[in-house]
């Protein structure tokens, strides 16, 4: 059984930091790729980062583009996001996915696994 378990969020002031970890047991780490997903009140999921299996190519959403860093331990089976500059704006929840394949993807669709979801809320 593939689990994500997600730790790190919580309530920041804007232009704070919060660093998500996203830990994975159930399956072999380091052959696919990682992302995080970000879902507002009213609003589609958006792809903000992902990573491939050996940590090579990243993406990232226009959004969060040199504020966000995504990163990976694979002998930890953990992947992290670190957010600086954070904005009112990031206030979602946020969902680490594993994905089906080993490139990093930003479509929801090319992820076969899900974290319960981790509530990030900025304050002005």
């Known amino acids: 059984q593939v689990q994500l378990v997600e730790s790190g969020g919580g309530s920041v002031q804007a232009g704070g930091s919060l660093n998500l970890s996203c830990s994975v047991s159930g399956r072999t780490f380091g052959t696919y790729a990682m992302g995080w997903f970000r879902q507002a009140p009213g609003k589609e999921r958006e792809a903000v980062a992902a990573i491939s299996w050996s940590s090579t190519t990243t993406y990232y959403g226009d959004s969060v583009k040199g504020r966000f860093t995504i990163s990976r331990d694979n002998a930890k089976n953990t992947v992290y996001l670190q957010m600086n500059s954070l904005e009112p704006e990031d206030t979602a929840v946020y969902y680490c996915?594993?994905?089906?394949?080993?490139?990093?993807?930003?479509?929801?669709?090319?992820?076969?696994?899900w974290g319960q979801g981790s509530q990030v809320t900025l304050s002005s």
């Open positions: 996915g594993a994905g089906k394949w080993g490139l990093a993807r930003r479509d929801y669709r090319e992820y076969a696994y």
